[in-house]
């Protein structure tokens, strides 16, 4: 393995199956990186106090106080809203999971068993797989697009998505602030459509679990949907000016 970026990087492992806790351990150290381990949530709110951790790697399914409320309590405290990163490390695949997980404040999301090449690239903060392949994938859609009409059609539409995003996600904002789930859920719903006819697969992804939040009376889930669609719309708007320009490279 190469040298860390930052090997000053202090890193708290928050897991509580021994195997996996000094799994995770050995290789953050063949990575180059030392970390402190936290058998619980209870003992990484602990050790937080103590330490100024960078990055805390939280298994989701701990006994005493799970990941996901462990990660709540850290965003309410004075000056964590941001930081640590907070990476999710689940043997929970399921995109309704992924999106709980950043919905409530994470910032990375790892499978198990983890893979050491995926850990190094979270801990460098590089792009994920999973990401360059929602781009591939909205590339994909621009020209299926443009086979279909031309590129001012496509231009067309992308100035429409735009448009109707930015609104309806201000209303979705709205009508949760009114505690409005069905206008919520009907919102979300629209979005899914627009979302996924323009290729951007985050954003209908996060949609859809944001309209079955909505359905379900989670209201703390579908504004965290809300926030992560908007996130979403620099990222998608990065790729359709990287398609309009395209003529000029």
């Not at 994909?140 to 995003?165: K, M, N, P, Q, W």
């Not at 359905?215 to 620099?234: F, V």
């Amino acid at each position: 393995m190469s040298t860390p970026e930052n090997p000053t990087l202090r890193i708290l492992v928050a897991e509580d199956h021994a195997i996996n806790r000094h799994l995770a351990q050995r290789m953050l150290a063949k990575l180059g990186y030392a970390c402190d381990l936290a058998v619980d949530g209870n003992e990484a709110l602990a050790a937080l106090e103590r330490v100024s951790y960078d990055v805390i790697l939280m298994d989701l399914d701990m006994p005493h106080l799970d990941g996901l409320e462990t990660t709540r309590r850290i965003r309410s405290l004075p000056g964590h809203a941001k930081t640590p990163r907070i990476i999710a490390v689940t043997a929970n695949h399921s995109d309704k999971m992924r999106v709980v997980c950043f919905a409530i404040g994470m910032n990375e999301f790892l499978s198990k068993p983890i893979v050491i090449e995926d850990l190094q690239g979270v801990l460098e903060g590089r792009r994920s797989p999973t990401a360059e392949r929602r781009e591939t994938l909205l590339r994909l859609r621009l020209e299926e697009l443009e086979d279909i009409g031309d590129i001012a059609f496509v231009d067309e539409l992308i100035s429409i998505f735009r448009t109707e995003t930015t609104q309806r996600l201000q209303q979705v904002g709205e009508v949760l602030q009114a505690n409005d789930l069905a206008a919520a859920g009907r919102l979300f719903h629209q979005l899914q459509g627009s979302s996924a006819n323009m290729g951007a697969s985050e954003m209908h992804r996060v949609c859809t679990i944001g309209e079955e939040a909505c359905r379900e009376g989670d209201a703390i889930l579908a504004k965290g949907c809300q926030r992560l669609a908007e996130e979403e719309i620099p990222l998608v708007e990065a790729i359709y000016a990287e398609w309009g320009h395209r003529e000029l490279l």
